[in-house]
């Protein structure tokens, strides 16, 4: 007898285990066409074929019914920004301008505690609402900020990453502080959140361009002091932000030395975008155990370039793919991987579905050190997943009933799906978003 508490009945996709290659992502790839998932205290007890499981469940307990639909493990997003959720779509500008025309006027507004909590509930909705259970997430230079974000997390027992923005020069008088006083408040802040309920404190220094030498200095004494939490910023994205750095760092060889040269490159750190890399700089991420996030959404509609997906496999680099909401356009990781296939053609490379999807659950987890955690129905992960129904408009009922087996499928589900074909969320052994009525 198993003693569960939810036994669901569907389809399952995931890929067993962590790769070195896209062949090997195809060679763990697992389908399930008819199979039961046991849940027990919040965690994947078991995962079995309709056949075996049968016999294990209980009279009155049974199961959910949810054949027709697929079960994929919770998407992670690598890299997102929850204050920048209402400036989504902002027109015409390029990194540079779109930050100072944009991005910080809206960023200012998180001092306001009451504000912060509003639109953190309204961004953790729509991570949920768009399939999405673990995010690494950039907050504001506020406290607050992180406060209302980790409190809203906690309340539904995510698994989520985040952390306050530092910056201590070229930025607005508005939003700006001393490294002193960023020191001081990331540490209240880590000690406050970090390793609370499944939160984790990833230091945040924006990028190097809003970072004096003291500000560095003070992210690699928290690293030291407090070597379990995450590091988190931005690394190449564009051309102009990138001579820039060399303006203001001359006596670094490259842009990922001046964050090297304090020790921020390291396992658990995340560096966002990683465009325009030099060989060496790959090699360091590769060294130091570093991950990088690949944010095509993002990448296309700043115009910023195309990350090299092919070069990031050849130097064996930990990649996760991120939303960056609000440059990147949608929430949706279905239609962030969709927008990764065509970064990818134009490059000549493949991303077939097995791989893209490895990026967004398990490969991400990795990236973020947490695929022991999350990223596949393994037995003793935590229950993150996702319930798909696979077509919910009539273009995608047409296209689906021709597919001829679960890659195309799920090719077709990042070519043409949305967020309205996440039809529930589960966090954590529990259903936290979907359609209540069916029950
Ligand atoms: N570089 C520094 N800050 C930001 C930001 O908010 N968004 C993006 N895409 N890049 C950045
Ligand atoms: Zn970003």
């Given at each position: 007898m198993i003693d569960y508490s939810v036994a669901l009945r569907g389809a399952f996709f995931d890929i067993a285990a962590v790769a070195d290659s896209a062949d090997d992502i195809a060679s763990h790839a697992r389908y399930l066409d008819d199979g039961v998932l046991f849940l027990r205290d919040g965690r994947i007890h078991a995962l079995l074929p309709w056949q075996e499981a049968e016999q294990y469940l209980h009279p009155l307990t049974g199961y959910r019914d949810l054949r027709g639909k697929l079960l994929l493990p919770g998407f992670v997003d690598a890299h997102v920004h929850y204050p920048q959720t209402e400036m989504i779509g902002a027109f015409g500008e390029q990194l540079l301008e779109w930050l100072t025309t944009y991005t910080f006027p809206v960023e200012r507004q998180f001092a306001d505690a009451d504000y912060a909590a509003?639109?953190?509930?309204?961004?953790?909705?729509?991570?949920?609402?768009?399939?999405?259970?673990?995010?690494?997430?950039?907050?504001?230079?506020?406290?607050?900020?992180?406060?209302?974000?980790?409190?809203?997390?906690?309340?539904?027992?995510?698994?989520?990453?985040?952390?306050?923005?530092?910056?201590?020069?070229?930025?607005?008088?508005?939003?700006?502080?001393?490294?002193?006083?960023?020191?001081?408040?990331?540490?209240?802040?880590?000690q406050r959140w970090h390793q609370r309920g499944r939160l984790g404190y990833a230091i945040t220094p924006r990028f190097a361009p809003t970072s004096t030498p003291a500000l560095l200095a003070a992210v690699q004494q928290l690293r030291e002091e407090f070597p379990d939490t995450w590091l988190h910023t931005h690394l190449s994205e564009n051309l102009n932000e990138i001579a820039w750095v060399k303006n203001l760092w001359p006596e670094h060889e490259h842009y990922?030395?001046?964050?090297?040269?304090?020790?921020?490159?390291?396992?658990?750190?995340?560096?966002?975008?990683?465009?325009?890399l030099a060989d060496a700089e790959w090699q360091c991420l590769h060294d130091t155990g570093s991950a990088v996030a690949f944010c095509p959404t993002s990448n296309l509609f700043l115009g910023s370039g195309l990350f090299r997906l092919p070069t990031c496999w050849h130097h064996q680099v930990r990649m996760g793919i991120g939303s960056d909401v609000g440059a990147?356009?949608?929430?949706?990781?279905?239609r962030t991987l969709g927008e990764a296939y065509k970064v990818s053609q134009l490059q000549s490379y493949r991303?077939?579905?097995?791989?893209?999807?490895?990026?967004?659950?398990?490969?991400?987890?990795?990236?973020?050190?947490?695929?022991?955690?999350?990223?596949?129905?393994?037995?003793?992960?935590?229950?993150?997943?996702?319930?798909?129904?696979?077509?919910?408009?009539?273009?995608?009922?047409?296209?689906?009933?021709?597919?001829?087996?679960?890659?195309?499928?799920?090719?077709?589900?990042?070519?043409?799906?949305d967020e309205r074909n996440i039809s529930e969320t589960w966090v954590n052994g529990k259903r936290v978003w979907g359609n209540a009525a069916e029950e």
């Open positions: 509003e639109i953190a509930r309204f961004f953790v909705s729509q991570l949920l609402s768009h399939g999405t259970t673990t995010a690494l997430v950039f907050c504001t230079l506020h406290p607050e900020s992180v406060d209302a974000l980790f409190s809203e997390a906690l309340r539904l027992d995510m698994r989520l990453l985040a952390g306050k923005v530092m910056m201590d020069r070229h930025s607005p008088e508005y939003l700006s502080e001393s490294a002193e006083q960023s020191y001081r408040q990331t540490r209240e802040l880590i990922l030395d001046v964050y090297h040269h304090y020790q921020l490159a390291g396992p658990r750190s995340v560096f966002a975008h990683a465009i325009h990147g356009t949608t929430f949706s990781m279905l991303l077939c579905a097995s791989e893209a999807f490895y990026h967004a659950t398990l490969g991400g987890a990795r990236a973020l050190r947490l695929d022991d955690y999350i990223g596949n129905f393994h037995p003793g992960k935590e229950a993150d997943f996702v319930v798909i129904d696979p077509a919910v408009t009539p273009l995608q009922q047409l296209r689906s009933e021709r597919c001829k087996d679960i890659y195309e499928q799920l090719f077709v589900l990042m070519t043409l799906g």
